[in-house]
């Protein structure tokens, strides 16, 4: 990945929020993370599909829901706490 992708992907708080929310291990879906970060369902998914179009999350579908998980877990995890400590 080129280092321009990954900080534009970073660079909008909905963004890091999905990914912090990803990170804490608990499974949401889009109506979940829709309601913990107070945005339509609509706006989930668009940041949802830039985040697996720069190779940061892959979605998976099992029946109807949608299946998030981070790639690169640790990388990620660490990048944000670097960026939080700056």
Not at 24 to 39: A, E, I
Request: proline share 1%.
């Amino acid at each position: 990945m080129q280092p321009w992708k990954l900080f534009k992907a970073l660079a909008c708080e909905s963004r890091i929020k999905i990914l912090e929310k990803l990170l804490s291990g608990n499974q949401l879906c889009v109506t979940d993370l829709s309601k913990v970060l107070g945005k339509e369902k609509s706006t989930i998914s668009r940041h949802l599909r830039y985040l697996k179009r720069v190779g940061l999350i892959e979605i998976s579908k099992k029946d109807k829901i949608l299946c998030l998980k981070v790639k690169k877990k640790d990388k990620i995890k660490k990048l944000l706490e670097l960026a939080k400590r700056w």
